[in-house]
T-cell receptor, first 114, second 112 residues
Framework: DVKVTQSSRYLVKRTGEKVFLECVQD?????MFWYRQDPGLGLRLIYF???????EKGDIPEGYSVSREKKERFSLILESASTNQTSMYLC?????????????FGQGTRLTVV | EDKVVQSPLSLVVHEGDTVTLNCSYE??????LLWYKQEKKAPTFLFML????IEKKSGRLSSILDKKELFSILNITATQTGDSAVYLC????????????FGQGTTLQVKP
């Protein structure tokens, strides 16, 4: 059974804190993604990675950074959390194919910044 | 800029009704379109469509793609309260990294 696991379901952090969101997949997928989901805006891509140590900015990278030191793990870092980063964060992974492959999602982390 | 638009944004129906959800897209070098269902947790995969005119079907759900007119529909017949969810449409475009571009989602509520 395929699995993408995010380290926390719920997090509450203070403004200015450094926040780490962790994601691990057990499917040996090359691609990993971080999205945030807000009402009315759908899922917006923050960063993605197509290989170890490789990363590319998505549509809304400002205020975030990522780390992929191992194939199975993709971390999202909020350098200095702000209230407008309160959101649901979803991690996903997929195979790297020439055509297309479905992405599998983690259960999400609901982050509240106070 | 790649773009995916879903309509309607929300929908309320009664059990037994049939619903049609729409997804239109503008993507460079289209590769595939995917539908996901999201209840109060991770989105779960429903369908992947790559060719026009070929219907994908799973029980009461079906979907079809029109690559000429750049849209897809997701049909749900004989709706049940368990179909209440957010339905997400995503497209994989020009990047060969498999990056998914999502629409805003359609929130479906099925009343008993």
């Amino acid at each position: 059974d395929v699995k993408v696991t995010q380290s926390s379901r719920y997090l509450v952090k203070r403004t200015g804190e450094k926040v780490f969101l962790e994601c691990v997949q057990d499917m040996d997928h090359e691609n990993m993604f971080w999205y945030r989901q807000d009402p009315g805006l759908g899922l917006r891509l923050i960063y993605f990675s197509y290989d170890v140590k490789m990363k590319e900015k998505g549509d809304i990278p400002e205020g975030y950074s990522v780390s992929r030191e191992k194939k199975e793990r993709f971390s999202l870092i909020l350098e200095s959390a702000s209230t407008n980063q309160t959101s649901m964060y979803l991690c996903a992974s997929s195979r790297h194919t020439q055509g297309a492959a479905e992405a599998f999602f983690g259960q999400g982390t609901r982050l509240t910044v106070v | 800029e790649d773009k995916v638009v879903q309509s309607p944004l929300s929908l309320v129906v009664h059990e037994g009704d049939t619903v049609t959800l729409n997804c239109s897209y503008e993507v460079t070098n289209f590769r595939s379109l995917l539908w996901y269902k999201q209840e109060k947790k991770a989105p779960t995969f429903l369908f992947m469509l790559t060719s026009s005119g070929i219907e994908k079907k799973s029980g009461r759900l079906s979907s079809i793609l029109d690559k000429k007119e750049l849209f897809s529909i997701l049909n749900i017949t004989a709706t049940q309260t368990g179909d209440s969810a957010v339905y997400l449409c995503a497209v994989i475009g020009s990047s060969n990294t498999g990056k998914l571009i999502f629409g805003q989602g359609t929130t479906l509520q099925v009343k008993p």
